[in-house]
């Protein structure tokens, strides 16, 4: 099938905090809002079926011709690909913490090595997609993509020697965000803590 060019429009803001009477921190933020128009993506069978089905002029579009059912109902054949979605839709804030200290400041001598922190948080505030003239489809608060996730890692640094501590945190989530919470025995996934060392 034919493809026509992706085309975005995008807009980012933010800062950088860095001050100087403490050495080695550096804060920073952005807001970023992603519009994709034409976005091209490669769709399951259940993305193709959804598409064919919500659309103003089923069965007579692009997508109802990716697959076949037989008298029972049942999918015989099917293709999928490469396909110009619709739109897709970003918005969200990051931010980022990071902080060096060599153990020399604390009055350590200088083969010490150094401990450093760095954090970055993503906060969604939207993110959802359109295929053809389907419905929209939400993915913040889903199990793929929460609200607030942020990965830490903290190390300590001596010559040959790392030594890394690392916290990845996944906020609430919902097992579908388009569906009602009555479709599921157990809708939700409680917010969790993964840990990960390495030396």
């Not at 920073?28 to 064919?52: F, H, P, W």
């Not at 659309?55 to 490469?82: L, V, W």
């Amino acid at each position: 099938e034919k493809l026509s060019n992706e085309v975005a429009n995008s807009g980012t803001a933010g800062g950088v905090f860095q001050p100087t009477f403490i050495p080695g921190l550096q804060i920073s933020g952005d807001y970023v809002r992603i519009d994709v128009k034409n976005e091209i993506a490669q769709l399951s069978l259940t993305d193709v079926m959804n598409a064919c089905y919500d659309s103003t002029n089923y069965p007579n579009n692009t997508y109802c011709n990716s697959f076949t059912r037989n008298a029972a109902g049942q999918i015989t054949n099917f293709f999928t690909g490469y396909y110009n979605i619709g739109i897709e839709h970003f918005e969200g804030v990051q931010a980022s913490f990071n902080y060096i200290l060599p153990l020399s400041r604390l009055g350590m001598s200088e083969s010490a090595g150094r401990v450093s922190l760095g954090v970055n948080y993503l906060h969604t505030l939207q993110h959802y997609y359109k295929i053809g003239s389907g419905d929209i489809q939400y993915t913040v608060g889903g199990i793929q993509e929460p609200k607030d996730n942020f990965t830490a890692n903290l190390n300590y640094d001596k010559g040959g020697f790392n030594f890394m501590w690392q916290t990845i945190y996944y906020g609430p989530a919902r097992i579908n965000v388009n569906v009602p919470t009555s479709t599921y025995q157990y809708p939700t996934l409680n917010s969790y803590f993964l840990f990960n060392a390495s030396v």
